[in-house]
Nanobody
Framework: QVQLVESGGGSVQAGGSLRLSCATP??????MGWYRQAPGKQRELVAG???????NYADSVKGRFTISRDYEKNTLYLQMNSLQPEDTGVYYC????????WGQGTQVTVSS
């Protein structure tokens, strides 16, 4: 069974930073990342790694968010800087093989 363990998140003021973590104990996934869902909106891709090593970022987060990995810990990180109220939402880590596996989600709240 695929296990994705998310941590991080919380509440910050605009301009602040947060870091999300997504651990996949004992297993490496080349295709991983985060989606987010704001209240009343559809889930959208924030950033994700591809099997060829490239990283995609949503236009709205380019230059502010950065994905990184700890290969020893099988953990993916999302560093979020210059946070804005529109970044508020539940952030879901995903890992993709033939199907998409989801983490439990973590709340990010940015106040103005």
């Amino acid at each position: 069974q695929v296990q994705l363990v998310e941590s991080g998140g919380g509440s910050v003021q605009a301009g602040g930073s947060l870091r999300l973590s997504c651990a996949t104990p004992g297993r490496f996934f080349s295709t991983m990342g985060w989606y987010r869902q704001a209240p009343g909106k559809q889930r959208e891709l924030v950033a994700g790694t591809l099997s060829d090593g490239r990283i995609n970022y949503a236009d709205s987060v380019k230059g502010r968010f950065t994905i990184s990995r700890d290969y020893e810990k099988n953990t993916l990180y999302l560093q979020m800087n210059s946070l804005q109220p529109e970044d508020t939402g539940v952030y879901y880590c995903y890992a993709q093989t033939g199907t998409i596996h989801w983490g439990q989600g973590t709340q990010v709240t940015v106040s103005s």
